[in-house]
């Protein structure tokens, strides 16, 4: 409740704040406030569902997703791993676009988009190792990603969400793809909030995109994005 003086008059000095704060919550240039990237995951199911989900509460987000992408092709490293090898057919998304067939020469690596237009997002959801799963350069590579990726913008909410279980992947075996998942954590640690989605409690999947559970495994992370 507004109390009124005879001595000060509320209005003036409450309307032009409220329009001040109206305006820098609505200016596209800040970009955006959440910023979602990875595989094909991130390009389908569970990139789609988090940014809904993040949209829902008011936050401008911004995706980005390579299918068939490793750790490796979002690393501030050598031109030659700007994007996933020469004829794989993939589908890819960014902001306002995606397509299918090979992702575009020019596709930014993440410490670029996190130094550029997103240079004010507040929370990052990483969504990577299934592509490399059980390899340790997935690892070692998880590690250095996280560590460029919460240098670009300091004091940024960082998530990655680790792959669940496939019957289809390590031969099948699930204890070696839980200890993948174990080190994953262990090297994203320092930056990142990792999930851990094989204690999720989720049947395994088939494969990656076969009967692999995708929506309840999304709408499960989602939870824990917080």
């Not at 750790?71 to 030659?80: C, D, G, I, N, T």
Request: with cysteine; hydrophobic share 40%; glycine share 12%.
């Amino acid at each position: 409740m507004l109390f009124r003086s005879r001595f000060l008059n509320p209005v003036p000095l409450l309307v032009p704040f409220l329009f001040s704060s109206l305006a820098s919550a609505a200016d596209p240039s800040r970009g955006p406030d959440v910023v979602i990237a990875g595989d094909s995951y991130s390009a389908g199911v569970l990139g789609s569902y988090f940014e809904k989900t993040f949209k829902g509460q008011g936050q401008k987000v911004s995706r980005y997703g390579i299918s068939s992408s490793f750790v490796k092709h979002w690393l501030e490293k050598s031109p030659s791993d700007k994007t996933v090898g020469p004829g794989v057919g993939v589908d890819w998304v960014s902001p306002g676009q995606s397509g299918s067939g090979h992702a575009p020469a020019d596709y930014p690596k993440l410490r670029e988009i996190l130094m550029g237009e997103a240079k004010n997002a507040k929370m990052l959801v990483i969504i990577l190792g299934t592509n490399g799963i059980c390899q340790g350069r997935t690892v070692s590579d998880a590690g250095a990603l996280a560590e460029q990726a919460t240098a670009a913008i300091p004091g940024i909410k960082c998530f990655w969400v680790g792959p669940e279980l496939f019957r289809s992947e390590c031969g099948g075996d699930f204890k070696r793809q839980r200890e993948f998942s174990m080190a994953l954590g262990q090297a994203v640690s320092g930056n990142c909030t990792f999930i851990d989605s094989t204690t999720l409690g989720l049947d395994p999947g088939q494969a990656p995109h076969r009967n692999d559970n995708a929506s309840a495994w999304a709408a499960a992370v989602a939870t824990k994005l917080k």
